[in-house]
C-alpha cells in the first residue's frame, strides 16, 4: 500500500504520522519496494532472458502487454484473459499440446523471492494432495508435478526467474512439462521475454500491470465481461514483417 503524505497540523498531520509509521513497518518487513534507482542489484546470472527492459537485446518483434513484453515466435499463439477494460488477468503461450501460462510480480532489490514462493506452491499442492518435486533445470531449481484436470493427469512444470526487482513465474503443461526440448518455440519465448517493472513502489509480490494493446482492446471493448482473446500477429507489426497477413482479434472471444 502506498499512502500519500501532506504538510498540515492538527487531524491531518496524525493521520500522516500514523500512515508514515505504517509505510515504515511495511519497508522494514520488505512488503514494499521503493529504494532508489541507483541501489538496483547487478543483473542476476540468467543463461539468456526473461531480460529486464534495461537490458533486452533490440530488434525482436514484441506483443506489448504492458509489464510483459512477449516475443513473437512462429507456432506460438498467445491467448488472454481479460475484462472489459482491457486488463489483464491471466497470459497462456500454446504451442501444439504443450502451454506455458506466465506472470510477473514486484520483487525486493537485495534479494530474489523464488526460493520461498517455489515452497508456497509446493505446500499448496501437497494441500490439494497433489505430490510435488525439485528438479534443477535451466533457470535453476523448478517445481515438477502431475494434478487431475477434467481431460486427465496433466504434468505441470513451475519456472521462477528473479530479475532486478521482478520475478517472472512460469508454468508448463503438456509434454514440454516433462521434457524441456518438447517445445522449442516456448522456450524460445521464455527466453526472449522482456520485463517493464517500472519504477513505481509496489508492494512485494504484487502483480504488475498487464495491459491489452490499444487495438485489442478497442477490439474487444464492445464486449461484456472477461473475455478470452487469442491474440494474432500484433506485435510490432509481425504481420508485415513475415509477409503474413496481420489478422484481427476473434469478434466473439470465450467466455470465462
Given at each position: 500500500?502506498?499512502?500519500?503524505?501532506?504538510?498540515?497540523?492538527g487531524r491531518h498531520a496524525k493521520d500522516d504520522t500514523r500512515a508514515g509509521g505504517a509505510r515504515r513497518l511495511e519497508e522494514e518487513l520488505g512488503l514494499i519496494d521503493d529504494e532508489p534507482d541507483e541501489?538496483?542489484?547487478?543483473?542476476?546470472?540468467?543463461?539468456?532472458?526473461?531480460?529486464?527492459?534495461?537490458?533486452?537485446?533490440?530488434?525482436?518483434?514484441?506483443?506489448?502487454l504492458g509489464a510483459l513484453k512477449v516475443p513473437a515466435v512462429d507456432d506460438v499463439e498467445v491467448r488472454v484473459q481479460a475484462d472489459n477494460e482491457g486488463k489483464i488477468q491471466q497470459i497462456v503461450l500454446?504451442?501444439?499440446?504443450?502451454?506455458?501460462?506466465?506472470?510477473?510480480?514486484?520483487?525486493?532489490?537485495?534479494?530474489?523471492?523464488?526460493?520461498?514462493v517455489r515452497g508456497e506452491i509446493r505446500?499448496?499442492?501437497?494441500?490439494?494432495?497433489?505430490?510435488?518435486e525439485d528438479a534443477d533445470g535451466e533457470w535453476g531449481v523448478e517445481l515438477r508435478a502431475r494434478v487431475r484436470t477434467p481431460d486427465g493427469l496433466t504434468d505441470i512444470r513451475f519456472?521462477?526467474?528473479?530479475?532486478?526487482r521482478w520475478l517472472v513465474r512460469a508454468v508448463f503443461q503438456g509434454p514440454a512439462a516433462v521434457d524441456p526440448n518438447a517445445a522449442p518455440p516456448l522456450l524460445e519465448c521464455l527466453r526472449n521475454l522482456v520485463v517493464d517493472r517500472g519504477?513505481?513502489?509496489?508492494?512485494v509480490r504484487e502483480?504488475?500491470?498487464?495491459?491489452?494493446?490499444?487495438?485489442?482492446?478497442?477490439a474487444t471493448a464492445a464486449n461484456d465481461g472477461p473475455a478470452e482473446v487469442p491474440?494474432?500477429?500484433?506485435?510490432?507489426?509481425a504481420g508485415e514483417a513475415n509477409g503474413t497477413e496481420r489478422r484481427k482479434p476473434s469478434p466473439r472471444p470465450r467466455r470465462k
Open positions: 500500500m502506498i499512502f500519500s503524505r501532506k504538510s498540515g497540523s541501489a538496483v542489484a547487478p543483473k542476476a546470472d540468467r543463461p539468456e532472458g526473461p531480460y529486464d527492459i534495461t537490458e533486452a537485446p533490440a530488434g525482436i518483434p514484441q506483443l506489448d500454446v504451442n501444439n499440446d504443450s502451454a506455458l501460462q506466465l506472470g510477473v510480480f514486484a520483487a525486493p532489490r537485495s534479494e530474489g523471492i523464488w526460493d520461498e505446500k499448496q499442492l501437497f494441500t490439494d494432495g497433489v505430490a510435488a519456472v521462477g526467474i528473479d530479475g532486478p519504477h513505481e513502489a509496489m508492494p502483480p504488475l500491470p498487464l495491459q491489452l494493446p490499444k487495438e485489442v482492446a478497442e491474440l494474432a500477429d500484433v506485435a510490432n507489426g
